[in-house]
C-alpha cells in the first residue's frame, strides 16, 4: 500500500496509470549490473518513478574519465566504490527505495544468488564476456534482461523474454577469442548512454506495470549524429545453445 507522502509525491504519473500501477513498481525488485554510464542513468530514473527495491552491482572504483557521462558521480568522489557512492545517492533521491548494493566483480555464483531473486534484469555493462554470462543465468531463471550497448554517438537496445524472444546470443553469438576486444576501452559521448539508460529505465517500468509496447522481439538501433531511430524485427535461433530448448 502507498503512504500519503507516496501519494504525493508520484501524483503525477499516477494519473497516468493509477494507484495500482505504482503500488505495482513498489513491489518489484530490479537488479542493474554495471553502475557506469548506463547504470547511473537507469537507477537515477528507476529511482525517481518509485522503484521498490534496487540491487547495485560494479566492481569499479570512481575515475576522472567517468566523469563525462557518469552522473551519479561527482569530482570529491574519484577513487571511492562505484557501488556504494551511486547507492548513498540514490538513497538521498528516494529514502523509500530499498537498496542492494555490491562493489564487486560481477560473477556467475553471484549473478545465479542475485538474478534468481528479482523481477527484472537490467545490463548496464560494458564487455561481451560479462554481458553472455548474465544472458545465461537470466534465461536459465527465465528472468526478462533489458540489454542496451553504446559506443561513440551510437546505441542499441532491445528486451529479452526468455522462452519468448531471441536471446543475446541468439543477436550475437560470442567467442571466447573476442575476450580481449571486448575489453577494449570504447569512446564514448556523455548523451549516448544517457538516451539509452532512459530508454532501458523506460522497459523496465513498462515491464513491470504490464503495459505499452516493449522491444521484446525487436531491436532499436539510434544514431544520435543523424537522430536515427530504427528498429527491426529479431527471430529467435532454434539451434541457440543458450535459449534453443527454452520454451
Known amino acids: 500500500m502507498l503512504d500519503f507522502q507516496e501519494i504525493a509525491r508520484y501524483d503525477r504519473q499516477i494519473r497516468l496509470f493509477g494507484v495500482e500501477g505504482q503500488e505495482k513498481l513498489k513491489k518489484t525488485s530490479v537488479l542493474v549490473v554495471g553502475a557506469g554510464g548506463l547504470g547511473t ?142 575489453r577494449e576501452v570504447i569512446s564514448i559521448i556523455g548523451v549516448t548512454p544517457g538516451v539509452l539508460g532512459i530508454l532501458e529505465a523506460t522497459e523496465v517500468l513498462k515491464l513491470a506495470l504490464g503495459i505499452g509496447e516493449t522491444l521484446q522481439g525487436r531491436i532499436l538501433f539510434i544514431d544520435l549524429l543523424s537522430l536515427e531511430f530504427k528498429t527491426f524485427e529479431i527471430k529467435r535461433n532454434p539451434a541457440c545453445p543458450i535459449c534453443g530448448n527454452v520454451h
Open 41 to 182: 542513468v537507469v537507477t537515477v530514473y528507476l529511482a525517481y518513478a518509485g522503484i521498490g527495491k534496487l540491487i547495485l552491482l560494479d566492481e569499479g572504483l570512481v575515475e576522472l574519465s567517468n566523469l563525462n557521462r557518469q552522473i551519479l558521480y561527482v569530482e570529491a568522489d574519484i577513487g571511492k566504490p562505484k557501488a556504494h557512492v551511486a547507492c548513498k545517492k540514490l538513497q538521498e533521491i528516494n529514502s523509500k527505495l530499498v537498496l542492494n548494493c555490491y562493489a564487486q566483480k560481477f560473477d556467475r555464483e553471484l549473478g545465479e544468488k542475485l538474478v534468481r531473486d528479482v523481477d527484472i534484469v537490467v545490463d548496464a555493462l560494458d564487455n561481451w564476456e560479462t554481458r553472455m554470462i548474465l544472458n545465461e543465468i537470466c534465461v536459465k531463471y527465465r528472468k526478462p534482461l533489458v540489454h542496451a550497448g553504446v559506443n561513440g554517438w551510437y546505441g542499441q537496445i532491445t528486451t529479452i523474454i526468455p522462452g519468448k524472444t531471441p536471446c543475446l546470443y541468439c543477436i550475437r553469438p560470442y567467442r571466447s577469442s573476442e575476450k580481449q576486444r571486448s
